[in-house]
């Protein structure tokens, strides 16, 4: 017995293009399955941040922060790249306690301030709070932060958590008085609840990339718990 099939040319189209498609479409999605397991976060606590002489070597701290956004498909431009800046807070465990970032915005007529920031895993901001600059008309900064990729578990005065998530780095530990935690994970926001709030965070083990938005603020306003400290 013949059967009389009639296809028009739409459908024919369709079924091309549609497979097609669906084939372009499964291919990416394998080659983002492979470029996903090919990605692995170097091992930044192994990598020399010091030069023979015992300075903070800025070049291959800026490398490790292009690594991690390298890590999370982070776009980066020429901006980042040259705008980038990285401190060791004068500590010399950099790997443990660090900082990388790029400043957006410093408005000081607009009070408003936005700045990237850029945490190796398990790096910590050390433990400061922020006060006024009374003969330049600058207040006590306010701040948020809203996490983009990875994780990092932020301290501020309160009820202590009775465990914290993180174990605090040898370097820093004595000197951490706050302990009332808040963990942020993509998306996620906090920020400090009042003024001159003593703070610190240290990010997950596998790093953060952060915005924050303040009130303007001036690192000459910074007050670190360890003295030791330089920023």
Same mark, same amino acid.
């Given at each position: 017995?013949?059967h009389n099939?009639?296809?028009d040319?739409?459908?024919?189209?369709a079924?091309?293009?549609?497979?097609?498609?669906?084939?372009?479409a499964?291919?990416?999605r394998?080659a983002e399955?492979r470029?996903?397991?090919?990605?692995?976060?170097?091992d930044?606590?192994?990598?020399?941040?010091?030069?023979?002489?015992?300075s903070?070597d800025?070049?291959?701290?800026?490398?490790a922060?292009?690594?991690?956004?390298e890590?999370?498909?982070?776009?980066?431009n020429?901006?980042?790249?040259?705008n980038?800046?990285?401190?060791?807070?004068?500590?010399k465990?950099?790997a443990q306690a660090g900082l990388?970032?790029v400043l957006?915005?410093?408005?000081?007529?607009g009070?408003y301030?936005?700045?990237?920031?850029?945490?190796?895993?398990?790096q910590?901001?050390?433990e400061?709070?922020? &006060?006024a600059?009374?003969? %330049?008309?600058? $207040?006590?900064?306010m =701040?948020?932060w809203?996490?983009?990729?990875?994780?990092?578990f932020?301290y501020?005065?309160g009820?202590p958590?009775?465990?914290?998530?993180?174990k605090?780095?040898d370097c820093q530990?004595?000197? &951490?008085?706050?302990r009332? %935690?808040k963990? $942020?994970?993509?998306? =996620?926001?906090?920020g400090t609840?009042?003024?001159?709030?003593?703070?610190?965070q240290?990010?997950?083990?596998?790093?953060?990339i952060l915005?924050e938005v303040s009130s303007?603020h001036?690192g000459?306003?910074?007050r670190f718990?360890?003295p030791?400290?330089t920023?």
């Amino acid at each position: 017995m013949s059967h009389n099939v009639r296809i028009d040319r739409r459908t024919v189209c369709a079924a091309i293009v549609g497979g097609g498609l669906g084939l372009a479409a499964n291919s990416v999605r394998a080659a983002e399955g492979r470029r996903a397991r090919q990605r692995q976060l170097p091992d930044f606590a192994a990598k020399e941040f010091y030069k023979a002489d015992g300075s903070f070597d800025q070049d291959q701290a800026k490398q490790a922060y292009l690594a991690l956004l390298e890590y999370y498909r982070y776009p980066v431009n020429d901006n980042i790249r040259q705008n980038m800046f990285v401190s060791d807070f004068g500590i010399k465990h950099f790997a443990q306690a660090g900082l990388g970032g790029v400043l957006w915005m410093a408005d000081k007529p607009g009070n408003y301030s936005s700045i990237e920031v850029f945490l190796l895993p398990d790096q910590m901001i050390p433990e400061h709070w922020h &006060v006024a600059m009374e003969d %330049e008309q600058i $207040l006590p900064k306010m =701040e948020s932060w809203v996490v983009r990729y990875g994780k990092t578990f932020t301290y501020g005065e309160g009820e202590p958590t009775a465990a914290i998530a993180v174990k605090i780095h040898d370097c820093q530990a004595k000197y &951490v008085t706050v302990r009332s %935690e808040k963990a $942020l994970a993509p998306g =996620e926001v906090t920020g400090t609840k009042r003024t001159m709030e003593k703070h610190w965070q240290q990010a997950g083990p596998e790093g953060c990339i952060l915005t924050e938005v303040s009130s303007y603020h001036d690192g000459r306003a910074v007050r670190f718990t360890d003295p030791k400290i330089t920023f």
